[in-house]
């Protein structure tokens, strides 16, 4: 079933926008609506066409099951979840509007190392929150990371969990045509466990494509037994977490705080370099800058306040120690010495 624009939603508190959905799956269709206080929503519907009433009726139990979860997850780089709703039969699920580019429409395809960086921190945290309510994304895309402004400086937001896929039995593992660079083996055979190391690897595979600027091969690279290919010009530290998260066996992956702790900190000059990024709006850069500066004058103040204490104690000694000449200074009234002034 398909809606048209104008229609209202939960007795007029959603209204669908203009415009044709924003997505269309099998099991799902997405709408951009107004809310009765103005603001833009997403709302993401079951399809009842997908399949049979039987397994629809499980289908739907679980969507609202999963939405549930949505709601407890919150972080800031995940996008934020109302309470579902019924709408003729349909489950609805009302989201934030992310305004802003997905990272797969950034241009060039390739980011410092930097930028690239604080986006993977920042899903890396959102899957520790989805990890504490126990919920599994399995669709991390660059498609599905949205850079959000936040005064000025960009922030990486999950924005689509495909709450369909993979929820009924019938539809838990991944069609041929479905299954991308960032897709997870375990998510294409039916037998094998799915957990948060499965949006560990599609985490990892997003990096790869951020500091390389192309798509790491798939996973069936594990028929033909090939080994990931060593990322050409990264820093080594970044290389080691990609192959650690993408290891084709999910028992050899780490977990996602030990998996972070693998990424390397970011030197000043790579913050520069995210700085000057040409991508970067003017905005941003000059809050990088100040933030930079901050950076350097606290630790020319630290420093200055070292030196400066290095300095009192030398004068101090100094002060201490007896003087041979000039001949001390005798007070008028006494025939102790004067105190220093």
């Not at 107004?34 to 833009?40: D, F, L, V, Y």
Request: glycine share 6%; net charge neutral; aromatic share 6%.
């Amino acid at each position: 079933m398909i809606w048209s624009p104008g229609k209202t939603l939960k007795n007029g508190l959603y209204t669908i926008e203009e415009g044709d959905p924003l997505k269309k799956s099998r099991l799902s269709t997405t709408y951009l609506a107004t809310s009765a206080k103005g603001h833009q929503v997403v709302i993401k519907v079951t399809n009842d066409q997908a399949i049979d009433p039987v397994d629809f009726a499980k289908l739907r139990q679980r969507f609202m099951d999963e939405a549930y979860k949505l709601v407890r997850c919150e972080s800031p780089y995940i996008v934020k979840v109302e309470a579902s709703f019924e709408e003729e039969g349909l489950v609805c699920i009302p989201m934030e509007f992310v305004s802003g580019m997905t990272l797969d429409r950034r241009n060039p395809k390739k980011m410092p190392e930097a930028e690239a960086l604080r986006y993977i921190r920042q899903m890396g945290e959102a899957l520790q929150v989805m990890e504490q309510q126990k919920f599994i994304h399995r669709d991390i895309t660059p498609q599905n990371i949205m850079l959000r402004s936040n005064e000025g400086v960009n922030e990486a937001v999950l924005i689509d969990f495909g709450l369909v896929r993979d929820l009924d039995i019938k539809v838990s593992t991944l069609l041929a045509s479905d299954v991308t660079a960032f897709t997870a083996p375990e998510l294409s055979d039916s037998g094998e466990k799915r957990g948060h190391f499965t949006d560990l690897y599609a985490l990892g595979a997003v990096l790869y494509a951020l500091v390389t600027g192309e798509n790491p091969p798939k996973a069936t690279r594990r028929k033909a037994n090939e080994k990931l290919p060593f990322p050409v010009g990264v820093n080594p530290k970044i290389a080691a977490a990609i192959e650690a998260a993408m290891q084709l066996e999910c028992v050899d992956r780490p977990k996602v705080t030990e998996w972070l702790k693998m990424l390397p900190e970011i030197p000043l000059t790579m913050l520069k370099e995210t700085i000057d990024s040409p991508q970067i709006q003017p905005e941003e850069k000059r809050k990088r800058k100040f933030e930079t500066w901050q950076i350097i004058l606290a630790g020319v103040a630290a420093i200055g306040t070292l030196i400066g204490g290095v300095g009192t104690y030398m004068q101090a000694t100094k002060s201490e120690a007896p003087k041979e000449s000039p001949a001390p200074v005798q007070s008028p009234t006494s025939s102790q010495p004067a105190k220093p002034k």
